[in-house]
């Protein structure tokens, strides 16, 4: 089974940068997600890693290390349409349907 | 539109009166799932299908039912529902390929109450 872990919330001023931890312990990863879920919405998609590194899109950037089982999302420059729930995400490679999710980061940012 | 879609939105029902919430998805994805969403829980799988006539349980399957006879439609069943099930439930579809490792694209999710 997985177990994955995030921190319940987190609180960042406009233009700031927040890191969001995932740490997670796995029988099989096969690959990590990261999504935004805005209030009353359904999550979208930010990014996956597989294999260890940093993957930047924009002012998001997401980090993986399989040996620590660890991943963070880096939001910079943070906006206010960026408060949201960021929600981590792992595939096993016992089954690839099968996908476990974190209870998700609440990010609220102030101005 | 490439889109998912889900209905009834919301639903408020009676315990042990069967339903059915379904999914649709045109962008011929293979990959179909179902989770439910509670407060301090996250999303947890309750079924998800490879393909057409192919399923499994995902973590929460019990009182669940799910059928995939055709590509684009994944229709959850409850059954005989219980107030337990009152929770907020999402379908997702995903074509698995790619570098985006089988990225998901969720329906606007369907808020169920079971009195």
């Known amino acids: 089974g997985q177990n994955i872990d995030q921190p319940t919330e987190m609180t960042a001023t406009e233009g700031a940068i927040v890191q969001i931890n995932c740490t997670y312990q796995t029988s099989g990863f096969n690959g990590l997600f990261w999504y935004q879920q805005h209030a009353g919405e359904a999550p979208t998609f930010l990014s996956y890693?597989?294999?260890?590194g940093l993957e930047e899109k924009g002012r998001f950037s997401s980090f993986l290390s399989r040996s620590k089982g660890y991943s963070y999302l880096l939001l910079k420059e943070l906006q206010m349409k960026d408060s949201a729930s960021y929600l981590c995400?792992?595939?096993?490679?016992?089954?690839?349907?099968?996908?476990?999710f974190g209870a998700g980061t609440q990010v609220v940012v102030t101005p | 539109e490439a889109q998912v879609t889900q209905n009834p939105r919301y639903l408020i029902t009676v315990t042990g009166k069967k339903l059915t919430v379904t999914c649709s998805q045109n962008?011929?994805?293979?990959?179909m799932s179902w989770y439910r969403q509670d407060p301090g829980l996250g999303l947890r799988q309750i079924y998800y299908?490879?393909?057409?006539?192919?399923?499994d349980k995902g973590d929460v399957p019990e009182g669940y039912k799910v059928s995939r006879k055709e590509k684009r439609n994944f229709p959850l069943i409850l059954e005989s529902p219980s107030p337990n099930q009152t929770s907020l439930y999402f379908c997702a579809s995903s074509s698995g390929l790619g570098t985006s490792g089988g990225e998901q694209f969720f329906g606007p999710g369907t808020r169920l109450t079971v009195l």
């Open positions: 995400a792992v595939k096993s490679m016992d089954s690839w349907g099968k996908l476990q």
């Open positions: 962008m011929n994805h293979e990959y």
């Open positions: 890693n597989v294999l260890d």
């Open positions: 299908s490879m393909n057409v006539e192919v399923t």
